[in-house]
């Protein structure tokens, strides 16, 4: 192991995951070397959820109308209680996706790949946040058809926010299941939302 990987596992939490947007393959390398136990997965996710979370308070009081009191509240639940459940289920899925795409990584790699690499991905998410409070939803692309009126900040940065955030995540996902290419770890990531969104549209047709 290289004195970089090994100086970066020391750093604490926070600086550990800025830190991994150097080489983001070599961090997860050393995450999975050094098997942290699941207090600390579940550390890395509950960590993430939280800064995510509170960066997008200003968006969310501003949706709410102004109601900050139900919007704090609820959201502290969620993000605490709720959140977690879905990405242990999500975990699940990409276990199983990753079989589809020739890994074979277990469970708990893939909690770590899916917890560490949602941890590192948060500066993407507060970023984004940030400039959808200060920008508004101005239109950057004005547009009229029948489809679409204009193309509004709020899209495109939602977009770039979506990418890098799919990015970081095949990244660890194709690291995890023995340094695949990275569009096998994108595809193992985009998989689930196929499956999501076919059960939706099945559901809706019922």
């Known amino acids: 192991m290289t004195q970089t990987v090994?100086?970066?596992r020391r750093l604490p939490m926070i600086p550990r995951a800025l830190a991994a947007w150097?080489?983001?393959?070599?961090?997860?390398?050393?995450?999975?070397a050094e098997r942290p136990g699941d207090g600390r997965l579940l550390g890395y996710l509950i960590v993430a959820l939280l800064i995510n979370w509170a960066s997008?308070?200003?968006l969310n009081i501003k949706a709410?109308?102004?109601?900050?009191?139900?919007?704090?509240?609820?959201?502290?639940v969620a993000n605490v209680f709720m959140a977690p459940l879905l990405f242990?289920?999500?975990?699940?899925?990409?276990?199983?996706?990753?079989?589809?795409?020739?890994?074979k990584a277990g469970f708990y790699?893939?909690?770590?790949?899916?917890?560490?690499?949602?941890?590192?991905?948060?500066?993407?998410?507060?970023?984004?946040n940030a400039a959808q409070n200060l920008l508004g939803g101005v239109v950057i692309i004005p547009i009229t058809s029948?489809?679409?009126?204009?193309?509004?900040?709020?899209?495109?940065?939602?977009?770039?926010?979506?990418?890098?955030?799919?990015?970081?995540?095949?990244?660890c996902m194709a690291e995890t299941n023995g340094a695949k290419p990275l569009w096998r770890g994108v595809g193992q990531v985009l998989l689930p939302s196929a499956v999501v969104i076919t059960v939706s549209a099945m559901v809706r047709l019922l």
């Open 6 to 8: 090994a100086t970066t």
């Open 22 to 32: 150097g080489d983001l393959r070599g961090a997860m390398r050393a995450e999975l």
């Open 56 to 58: 997008a308070i200003p």
């Open 64 to 76: 709410a109308g102004g109601d900050a009191s139900d919007v704090i509240g609820m959201g502290f």
């Open 88 to 103: 242990y289920a999500l975990a699940a899925l990409l276990l199983w996706c990753g079989r589809v795409f020739g890994g």
């Open 109 to 128: 790699e893939h909690r770590l790949a899916l917890f560490w690499g949602f941890l590192v991905a948060t500066p993407v998410v507060v970023l984004a």
């Open 146 to 171: 029948d489809l679409i009126n204009a193309i509004t900040s709020d899209q495109l940065i939602g977009f770039a926010k979506g990418l890098l955030t799919l990015f970081v995540l095949g990244t």
